[in-house]
């Protein structure tokens, strides 16, 4: 089972229950020998998806097309396969903008997302006054019908989109991406899009990307359009690309974390020695507690109990609380620990400002 997220402004999200086609199998990861250069490529090195919802009216620009053929390779009909689009009169189906979508992706060998079967939003006129045995098995035939119709051709099927409130917002973005994995299920992101413009909207963007790779069973994402002027909400600006289809800081963060792989960098651990006839010491870094805007960082330091420990943190990451040593700071971004008689472990809170990525430490004898 697959548990879908769905992800719209700064960053609120609504869950959709997913239905996944029999044999699909997720993407497999292939180590790249360099930095992918499209979002596709670059999520396929950890096994993830990058796609982006389609608009049939759209297929015939070619800038908008050659966006999509390049960048991403998943596809999800924006409006085409949604209740009104696929069943306009009771027991009349009608599939021809469905249709060009799907079509346009499996000629590039991309897959396609079913989206989806059943919402409260976007009902035909003749559904919405429906209600008890005979709203049932109008559902039930119109699952039953559209789903077969596209039987070997989908993916994965949103089943019951908005299926939970968007509001009150989860504060903690990746420990609920987290918590549901727990459940056994994948978890994909499959609306994002965040308003706003230049780093704030890079960053946020990084922040949700990193997210889903700090999660092994967050398995895909997918933007809610291409260029800026495609989305339902243009006026605020909530996409990669720019009107013009140039690509915006926000793709370049969002291409970065995906070519690094994982949410968090490998665990640090540097060792240095005081003097060359020895006497070093090793400061091992671990991670600690994560919250949406923050997280915590363990030290553990061994060779000797008369230690320096330097902990260099990335823009615009800064350390807000600190226990179990005395720390002074170098810099914004550098903090000098040494021990207060707790010991050789100790630790700090991060202010991650959306880069999720582990400090760096290394050790000195004092």
């Not at 069943?87 to 249709?99: I, L, M, T």
């Not at 992706?105 to 989806?116: D, E, L, P, T």
């Not at 070997?152 to 987290?178: C, M, R």
Request: hydrophobic residues 35%.
């Amino acid at each position: 089972m697959t548990l879908t997220v769905k992800s719209v402004a700064r960053v609120s999200l609504v869950s959709t229950l997913v239905l996944a086609a029999a044999g699909a199998a997720l993407l497999s990861a292939s180590p790249a020998s360099g930095a992918a250069s499209t979002l596709g490529a670059a999520a396929q090195q950890s096994g993830r998806y990058f796609g982006t919802a389609v608009a049939a009216n759209k297929l015939g620009d070619s800038t908008y097309t050659g966006i999509l053929n390049r960048e991403f390779d998943m596809v999800t009909a924006e409006n085409e396969m949604k209740m009104d689009a696929t069943e306009p009169n009771q027991g009349q189906f009608s599939y021809g903008n469905a249709d060009r979508i799907v079509n346009q992706a499996r000629n590039q060998g991309k897959r396609v997302r079913g989206h989806a079967l059943a919402w409260h939003s976007q009902q035909p006129g003749w559904m919405q006054n429906m209600s008890g045995s005979a709203l049932r098995n109008a559902m039930l035939n119109h699952v039953t019908q559209v789903a077969s119709y596209y039987r070997g051709k989908i993916y994965a099927w949103d089943v019951v989109n908005e299926a939970f409130a968007d509001n009150p917002v989860p504060s903690n973005y990746h420990t609920t991406l987290q918590n549901f994995a727990a459940l056994g299920v994948d978890v994909q992101i499959t609306e994002l899009d965040i308003e706003g413009s230049g780093s704030t909207q890079a960053q946020q963007y990084q922040g949700v990307t990193q997210a889903c790779l700090a999660v092994a069973r967050c398995t895909g994402i997918t933007v809610w359009g291409i260029r800026d002027t495609d989305s339902w909400r243009a006026s605020g600006t909530p996409l990669l690309f720019d009107g013009n289809g140039n690509k915006k800081a926000a793709y370049t963060s969002v291409l970065n974390v995906l070519n690094n792989g994982t949410g968090t960098t490998p665990p640090t651990t540097t060792t240095t020695t005081s003097n060359p006839g020895g006497g070093g010491c090793t400061a091992t870094y671990s991670e600690g507690e994560k919250w949406n805007d923050r997280f915590n960082g363990h030290v553990t330091v061994s060779g000797t109990d008369n230690w320096i420990v330097t902990v260099t943190v990335g823009s615009p990451q800064r350390i807000t609380a600190t226990w179990n040593t005395s720390a002074s700071w170098e810099s914004a971004n550098v903090m000098t620990a040494r021990p207060n008689g707790s010991g050789n472990s100790f630790g700090f809170t991060i202010m991650h400002g959306g880069n999720w990525n582990w400090p760096s430490v290394s050790c000195r004898v004092a």
